[in-house]
């Protein structure tokens, strides 16, 4: 049932001609309002189409960035300022300059949950659902991935004929799950088929039936003749998988698997964007686009 909220907000995004994009992590209430839902990848192929002016992206800040640098004459807006994704912040350019000089030759392939400026010296960008594909496809054989070890561990197992160097950062959340968490939820659900995303370490994506991303993970469960899943990812998918597929039933890996900066948004939120009472206006530097942009496009060229 749509409430209020929700109303005011579909009436207004057409008046004043507002695209609302929202990550697979958002809540129901929000995913009914968005124009679209999806992925880091599909949500960045999206806002480079959006016709809308006016962006309102429900995620994290590094996913507002990201439209930004697509489409830099739209007015974007962040829904919740404090929305930030903590692996983002975890390396930065000097870091990572340094780093380089002991790799020299190497691709320097960045997981898109970055900040712009560690982009500017990245050569790629991945996601978790096209990281696989743009590695092979890189003419490069010697990569340095940062700064997820979990999803650059899994590139490693699936693209061998690559030499991968690795950087220790990750994700809070997915790094969090131990294999004893993935033994004690496959005990406790015999049946179940267990589907993670690669942020996870590798001795709980050894164990999975299915690795992908939010939409991968989604698409598989959908999809499935099976009737049971354990979810390795936050656990909102979950819910939403519960909404999908009433007749099959969903587990969460663990009750930990929260990603509390995923959560902040509200649907109040959205509606303040569109009314133009609250969110932040993402401001940033022409050159900064210009040289971040680069390794996204690229991203979209080799992931298509
Ligand atoms: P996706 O690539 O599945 O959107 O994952 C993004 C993310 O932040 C996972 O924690
Ligand atoms: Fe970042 Fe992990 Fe949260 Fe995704 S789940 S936004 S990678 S902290």
Request: one cysteine or more; glycine letters at 4%; aromatic letters at 4%.
């Amino acid at each position: 049932m749509i409430s209020n909220v929700q109303e005011r907000i579909l009436k207004l995004k057409k008046e004043r001609d507002v695209c609302v994009l929202a990550h697979s992590y958002m809540s129901e209430e929000i995913c009914e309002v968005a124009d679209f839902t999806g992925d880091s990848y599909a949500l960045s192929v999206k806002a480079a189409s959006a016709r809308q002016k006016t962006v309102v992206m429900c995620g994290v800040r590094f996913m507002a960035e990201t439209v930004k640098m697509l489409s830099p004459d739209k007015k974007v807006i962040l829904a919740n300022p404090q929305a930030a994704c903590p692996m983002a912040e975890q390396m930065d350019k000097e870091l990572i300059s340094e780093l380089k000089k002991s790799y020299p030759g190497y691709a320097v392939v960045a997981y898109i949950n970055t900040t712009a400026q560690l982009k500017t010296i990245a050569d790629v960008c991945v996601t978790s659902s096209s990281a696989v594909k743009i590695c092979r496809a890189l003419p490069q054989k010697d990569i340095l991935f940062i700064p997820d070890i979990n999803l650059g561990s899994y590139i490693k197992k699936m693209v061998p004929e690559k030499n991968i160097a690795l950087v220790s950062g990750g994700c809070p959340t997915h790094a969090r799950m131990e294999k004893r968490d993935a033994l004690a939820a496959k005990a406790a659900h015999p049946g179940a088929l267990l589907l993670v995303h690669p942020e996870c370490r590798p001795e709980v994506t050894q164990l999975a039936d299915y690795v992908g991303s939010t939409t991968g993970i989604m698409d598989f469960a959908v999809k499935s003749e099976a009737e049971e899943f354990i979810i390795g990812t936050e656990n909102s998918i979950v819910q939403h998988l519960q909404f999908k597929c009433p007749d099959k039933k969903f587990y969460p890996l663990s009750k930990d698997m929260v990603c509390h900066n995923m959560r902040l948004t509200t649907l109040c939120d959205v509606l303040n964007c569109i009314e133009g009472k609250g969110g932040e206006e993402i401001i940033m530097p022409p050159e900064l686009i210009a040289q971040a942009v680069k390794c996204i496009e690229k991203m979209i060229e080799l992931g298509g």
